[in-house]
């Protein structure tokens, strides 16, 4: 986002639901149905065009799409709370981030302690960050990995939203058709159970 990458930054997010779809299926045996998949289908189609309007697949998108992807399946398969979890995680960033910003980049304490109003802002970011990740390892745990996976669509929206809205990126009738795509699936794979249901009474 820092580099102007916010479209590629909400690609990215988009293929991950996709990427949690095959993990789920693979690594956690789950089943979906056929109105499932054509929802995956139609979303597929949705991220190629937005990937067609890019140019290429970008790199930041795809790491991006796997890393988060892989993040959420080993969320899954972890048995300890998530407070544990994510405490674990920071003692583990922790000399990274100590490495960083010693060695690389120290000019990031500059900020740090010029006035208590940008203080407390950096303080902060540690709990606007490690809140929404609590919640999501909560979710990890209670929610089949697929509804995980289509459920992290709201993220995208709202950074291609950002996107245009905010930092003025062109959003022309292929990405319209493109985000439509990608809102049917979402539709589709909400009311799957509904139509699944339906078929089976039918039969």
Known sequence: IANNQVMNTSLGYYINPLF????GVILFKEVLSIPKKLSVLIATIGIALL???VGSLPLVSMILAVSFGLYGAVKKKLLISPFTSIAFEAWLLTPLALLYTTMV???VWSYFGTDWYT???LIACGLTTSVPLVLFSYG????PLNLLGFLQYVSPTIALLLAIFYF???????????FGCIWIALVLFSLSSQIT???SLKK
């Open 20 to 23: 949690n779809v095959v993990l």
């Open 51 to 53: 990937t067609y309007q």
């Open 140 to 143: 990890a745990q209670l929610l």
């Open 105 to 107: 980049d120290n000019t």
């Open 168 to 178: 003025g990126e062109s959003f022309g009738t292929p990405q319209i058709i493109a």
């Open 119 to 121: 203080t407390m802002l």
């Open 197 to 199: 249901t339906r078929i």
